[in-house]
């Protein structure tokens, strides 16, 4: 039995972890959960999975909270909160799915407290990638990664070694304007930007792989993860989404991983590893998908993928400001303020704003990313 602490139990990965949680009553049990206000969802998770203890955003959600529910519950709340949850004494594993920056702090409380982490936060080892892994290291803690990409390459290597390997591909589907000429995007409307051809997502997330910013975001994931050189990972669009990422060796053998689009499948994967979970999910059926096609990525087309090789590349902070500024520019593309290929813009004037700041702390971090927040929100106005 494993005690699991759910960072974002109400977003749509937590939702996906309780589901399978749910199926496997045998082998896990959820001792805490996180969420900043839905509350509504959060007091039906109460009730069903019986949680220890809970967080919330403040003081006022915690009694809104109280009000909502039957079951004696400790509740707490803010950063401090979700902190106490993420290193509390009996979880055996943290799944940090906090949409965002605001998962790296508590990320990082339960590397420190030595917890196992199941990682779908990948704008926590964006913005302060190098430090987690470090500190990962230095407390001998596993750092299990949920997004499917990276699940991918965890599985693929499984019983190899890092220096027999050449180059790490991650496949990307391409968003719902693979076939888009790059000049009618400026029109592009919200929801057709939502519309996503085969992952079913939070909105963020699925706004980030309409720009590919997401994938960009993967490829710093990968760098951190992985501890392996940006030139050593490349993006190849594979609109079918059965590969989820692949490894070339020195040898020239490549290994996939393949399975549904289904976020449960990695997530199984990560609660129950090392061993893999019997869960009933949907299954590949090659006779359905018939073939197997590949692009290269149109980085003219996808300036955000290539916004994110030379935040990378510059190094420090600007991974950070990356991600923060691309945030702001989503949530104003989202809320009608900017249009869709305006977001690349901001995130690009705020990068060339940012000087060489290395990241040695996770205050440096955070304030390196309110920074780049006031910034973009400057040119959103
Ligand atoms: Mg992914």
Same mark, same amino acid.
């Given at each position: ?51 220890s203890?809970?967080?919330? &955003? *403040?003081k006022? $959600?915690?009694?809104?909270?109280? %009000? ?6 400790? /509740?707490?709340? @803010? #950063? ?18 906090i ?14 407290a ?7 936060n ?15 290291? &230095? *407390?001998?803690? $596993?750092?299990?990664?949920?997004d %499917? ?6 599985? /693929?290597?499984? @019983? #190899? ?5 050449r ?32 992952w ?8 980030d ?27 190849? /669009?594979h ?8 490894v ?45 096609t ?9 300036p ?18 990356l991600?923060?500024a ?42 390196i ?13």
């Open positions: 039995m494993k005690n699991i602490v759910i960072l974002g139990s109400t977003g749509s990965i937590g939702v996906s972890v309780l589901k399978i949680i749910r199926a496997r009553p045998d082998c896990f049990k959820v001792v805490g959960l996180v969420t900043k206000s839905n509350l509504k969802t959060l007091a039906k998770q109460i009730e069903e999975f019986c949680p203890i809970v967080s919330v &955003a *403040n006022e $959600k915690a009694k809104e909270l109280r %009000s909502l529910i039957t079951r004696k519950v400790k /509740i707490v709340f @803010g #950063e401090e909160g979700s902190m106490e949850l993420a290193s509390c004494d009996n979880a055996d594993m943290v799944v940090s799915a949409v965002g920056a605001a998962g790296l702090s508590p990320t990082l409380a339960a590397i420190r030595g917890k196992t982490v199941a990682l779908a990948k704008e926590a080892l964006v913005a302060a990638g190098d430090l987690m892994m470090r500190e990962a290291r &230095a *407390n001998n803690v $596993k750092v299990i990664p949920i %499917s990409e990276h699940s991918a390459i965890y599985q /693929i290597m499984r @019983g #190899e070694t890092k220096k027999s390997v180059r790490i591909i991650l496949t990307a589907s391409g968003g719902p304007f693979l076939k888009t000429p790059k000049d009618e995007l400026q029109h592009v409307t919200v929801k057709r930007a939502l519309r996503h051809p085969n079913n997502m939070g909105k963020k997330i699925t706004i792989s309409s720009t590919m910013m997401n994938k960009g975001l993967e490829v710093i994931e990968a760098r951190w993860l992985f501890n392996i050189l940006p030139s050593m990972i490349d993006v190849v /669009i609109p079918q989404s059965a590969i989820h990422s692949m070339e060796f020195y040898d020239s053998s490549m290994m996939a991983q393949m399975g549904p689009a289904d976020m449960r499948s990695p997530i199984a994967f990560a609660l129950n590893y090392p061993k893999r979970l019997k869960v009933d999910l949907p299954r590949l059926d090659f006779t359905q998908i018939n073939s197997f590949f692009e290269a990525p149109d980085f003219e087309k996808y955000s993928l290539q916004l994110a090789y030379d935040a990378l590349e510059k190094g420090g902070g600007a991974p950070v400001a991600n923060a691309n945030e702001v520019a989503v949530e104003a593309f989202l809320k009608g303020k900017i249009s869709f290929i305006t977001i690349p813009i901001i995130t690009e004037k705020v990068l060339g704003k940012l000087g060489i700041v290395k990241v040695d702390s996770v205050s440096t971090a955070i304030s990313d309110k920074w780049a927040r006031v910034k973009a929100r400057e040119q959103v106005l």
